[in-house]
């Protein structure tokens, strides 16, 4: 079993950044960490995928914008965003193999 702690969210101007922590309650290095998004009234929408190895995907929506990395030593994984839109208010969570934390949100407004 493995527990899934996000932290980092808040209340940031547009074109603001934040970093957002995935911390985990055991090794996930042999895993892949997913990041994902969902706000109320919205489908879940998948944000992007670190795989253990290291390879980077991400959704269009956020590609060039957002950056995910991950300190297999801290058992972390991590969402920089950048640049960010009144749209991309939402509840962000990480989803290890059939984990999930509980969410940090982040809202962006002036």
């Known amino acids: 079993q493995v527990q899934l702690v996000e932290s980092g969210g808040g209340l940031v101007q547009p074109g603001g950044s934040l970093r957002l922590s995935c911390e985990a309650s055991?090794?996930?290095?042999?895993?892949?960490v997913n990041w994902y998004r969902q706000a109320p009234g919205k489908e879940r929408e998948w944000i992007g995928t670190?795989?253990?190895?290291?390879?980077?995907v991400y959704a269009d929506a956020v590609k060039g914008r957002f950056t995910i990395s991950r300190d297999n030593d801290k058992n972390t994984a991590y969402l920089q965003m950048n640049s960010l839109k009144p749209e991309d208010t939402s509840l962000y969570y990480c989803?290890?193999?059939?984990?999930r934390g509980k969410g940090t949100q982040v809202t962006v407004s002036s």
């Open positions: 989803w290890v193999l059939r984990y």
């Open positions: 055991r090794s996930i290095s042999s895993a892949a």
């Open positions: 670190i795989y253990e190895y290291g390879r980077v």
